[in-house]
């Protein structure tokens, strides 16, 4: 039977087993609006602005281990998107998002809400597709999915004309698909594995630096256990949070512009360091002449050869799937039967321990006048008992929530990490939800970045979202104003969060439960109340105090070991 | 340094702009590229002529390689290999101007392969070194257009760019 390019179009994603998807109608997808409308194995959720649907999809694929699925229309919808996509890209997130596009044959005329699609996105996306017959339809979605989740993932686009979807052929959808230019790697060089083992048996002050990749990999696990193993000290990226238990003695916290001092000193000054799934980020690893004047040897495992040596000299290369190559390395150690120099490797930690002490750890002087954010931050972790999925938004209050919540479990901490989008936080929480229904989600986020997507609270609404929002409102746009302070003799321009809105009532507007939280001694109760409320959405406005900034920090290009600690501690 | 790069990629609409975007997008240098379909319709043979440290070539070849329309990429300039540019240069040609231009011309092997009362063209064929050398030797004042395609490489001998 022959069935229409949106009829095949929406089977496709039947076949890959789509639970939900998020997106937005409009003239040009109509067609697979109504093919939607028709069945009900894949359902759809409605947002409020296209931005928002690829988070939500972003969110739902980094807390599962599926490729999400957006859907907008041509035009302003997709551009609307465009800050999805490259949220997506930055930091490595499968995602197939579908949009429509004006007929084939009114394509380049300027014809009502066209814009060239592929066009607008080659720059972030892994791929991307202009179907132009519908013959075509169902072997470009399934390589779609296909690169979307195999290698290093990303974000692929495709884009179908509006006579596309109308036109009809038979639906077959193909069982697999390769594509000759196109062949992702699985294990590592056995070689360059045994050298990479050798030297880490040689290092006399190892250092273990895990990223992301960790985590898309699925390799949390196998980190753990090679960590353990070695008795090596280990940090975790940004985007690599839970990839190592955040509560275990070996981890040394985050590292990088708000990392910890042992973090940054011990990234600085080890004589081996291993980077795995990481990628010498200039917010992990600062100025790199300053961090290349320290002799080390670097190993760097990564699923893409671009990854490595990008930005400083790699001595150990190893190409592969971070998960298979950390098996390999397990049966390395295994075989060898040798473990690292005990005397030396005590006498690192020792060294460790001493800049643990002098770093202080994670500390901020607390007060009974006014809310702290990180003591929100704090009570927020020991509230949910470690185990939540926290998204954030972008700024202060996400550097205090990647520092304060010890993530012990991977793909619990969702953020934007490589683009650094505000408005991420809300509709990434929603994808979260959906996937995990039952789960305790929370969005941590401030009064700045919640504004740029806080349409979606009327999503949350319509599709019984029990969010946790806490929004540490400090009435400025607090990471800007913090360099202002430091680096822009404290010119506060256009810092200052003016007008803003009663949160409480907004949030009851749109038929969710807000509190404004104004004293310390009401961050407790508050948090307790809101995650007692299974069903509710709660919006937490908690009134911070608008001095607080974040430390430790490592200024912008400056060197790991020129971190300022706090300075009124 | 100067580099020669091949790469094999993909017969489809918007791969010539997902390269040419790369390269825009990361700051790099391009000083020709050249595509055309080859022997299989199905694939294109692009040459890109660039410049950069070692680590931005080793850069631009990872990323290239990481272009999914892109079946496989070589640096010319690594081996042995030939390169060789087409010119096309209308000249004026009046007067003592004729006998002198077709005597450089044939000097340079080239081809007279157009002739009006005023003009010629000529063909000229070389590496860009011997282009440049010709249009040095010609007086300047003559040159009316010139259209040069950019080079075009392939390895020596055994080297072979082929899926």
């Known amino acids: ?569 | 340094m100067r580099h020669i790069i091949s790469l094999l990629m993909e017969n489809e609409a918007g791969a010539l702009s997902r390269v040419a975007g790369l390269f825009s997008a990361r700051g790099y240098n391009i000083e020709s590229l050249v595509v055309a379909p080859t022997e299989d319709p199905t694939l294109s043979r692009m040459t890109i002529v660039t410049s950069g440290s070692d680590a931005v070539i080793e850069q631009i070849n990872k990323q290239l390689n990481k272009l999914i329309d892109v079946a496989a990429v070589m640096d010319l300039s690594e081996g042995e290999h030939l390169e060789r540019e087409l010119m096309l240069v209308k000249v004026s040609a009046l007067g003592q101007d004729r006998e002198e231009l077709k005597l450089m011309t044939d000097i340079f092997r080239g081809r007279i392969i157009d002739v009006s009362d005023k003009t010629y063209i000529i063909e000229l064929t070389g590496t860009g070194h011997k282009l440049d050398s010709f249009l040095q030797a010609i007086d300047h004042g003559l040159i009316l257009e010139t259209v040069r395609t950019g080079a075009s490489g392939i390895g020596r001998g055994g080297r072979i760019l082929k899926l």
Not at chain 1, 239 to 253: C, I, V
């Open chain 1, 1 to 569: 039977m022959e069935l229409t390019g949106a009829e095949i179009a929406i089977r496709c994603l039947q076949e890959e087993g789509v639970e939900y998807i998020f997106g937005y109608p409009g003239g040009a997808v109509l067609h697979i609006y109504d093919a939607l409308f028709e069945q009900d194995k894949v359902k759809h959720i409605l947002v409020r602005h296209e931005q928002a649907a690829v988070h939500a999809a972003d969110g739902y694929a980094r807390s599962s281990e599926k490729v999400g699925v957006a859907l907008v229309t041509s035009g302003p919808g997709l551009t609307n998107a465009v800050t999805g996509i490259a949220t997506a890209y930055m930091d490595s997130i499968p995602l197939v998002i579908i949009s429509g596009q004006v007929p084939t044959y009114a394509i380049g005329e300027d014809a009502f809400q066209e814009v060239d699609a592929v066009g607008i996105t080659r720059p972030c996306v892994k791929h991307n597709y202009l179907v132009k017959d519908v013959k075509d339809i169902a072997t470009t979605i399934k390589k779609a999915f296909y690169l979307a989740k195999s290698g290093r993932p990303g974000p692929v686009l495709v884009d179908i004309p509006k006579d596309i979807s109308n036109n009809k052929t038979e639906f077959d959808y193909p069982s697999s698909v390769s594509i000759r230019s196109y062949n992702p790697v699985g294990k590592g060089e056995i070689e360059q594995v045994k050298r990479a083992a050798k030297l880490l048996l040689e290092a006399k002050r190892p250092m273990v630096y895990s990223g992301g990749g960790v985590v898309l990999s699925g390799a949390a696990s196998q980190l753990t256990e090679l960590v353990r193993m070695l008795g090596f000290p280990c940090t975790n990226t940004l985007m690599g949070l839970g990839g190592y238990p955040a509560t275990d003695k070996q981890f040394l916290g985050m590292p990088g512009m708000h990392g910890t001092y042992e973090a940054c000193m011990a990234m600085q000054h080890c004589d081996v360091l291993i980077a795995i799934g990481a990628r010498f980020d200039d917010r992990v690893v600062g100025n790199v002449e300053h961090f290349a004047q320290v002799p080390r040897k670097i190993i760097h495992i990564d699923i893409d050869p671009s990854s490595i040596a990008k930005r400083v000299k790699v001595d150990v290369p190893v190409v592969g799937d971070l998960k298979l190559v950390l098996e390999q390395l397990l049966v390395e150690f295994r075989n060898i039967k040798r473990k690292p120099n005990a005397k030396d490797l005590a006498a690192w930690w020792k060294q460790i321990d001493e800049w643990r002490v002098k770093g202080g750890g994670l500390r901020y002087k607390n007060s009974t006048e006014i809310i702290k954010p990180q003591f929100v931050i704090e009570k927020l972790y020991e509230i949910t008992g470690g185990d939540a999925f926290v998204t954030s938004d972008v700024g202060q209050h996400q550097m205090w929530a990647a520092q304060y919540y010890k993530f012990n479990k991977p793909r619990r901490w969702i953020n934007s990490g490589g683009l650094g989008t505000m408005g991420f936080g809300l509709p990434a929480a929603m994808g979260v939800q959906l996937i995990n229904p039952g789960a305790t989600v929370a969005c941590v986020t401030g009064e700045g970045s919640i504004q740029m997507n806080i349409q979606e609270l009327s999503t949350c609404k319509q599709f019984h979202l029990p969010i946790k929002l806490l929004s540490l409102n400090n009435r400025y746009l607090g990471m800007v104003r913090q360099w202002q302070e430091f680096f822009h003799g404290n010119r506060y321009s256009e810092s200052y969060m003016d007008a803003l809105p009663d949160f409480v009532k907004l949030a009851e507007s749109y038929g969710h439960i807000g509190i404004r939280i104004d004293k310390p001694s009401d961050v407790e109760p508050a948090i307790k109340e809101a995650f007692s409320r299974k069903d509710d959405l709660v919006f937490m406005d908690f009134q911070t105090d608008p001095t607080e900034n974040v430390f430790p920090m490592v200024p912008g290009g400056k060197g790991l070991s020129e971190v300022i600690l706090s300075e009124d501690l």
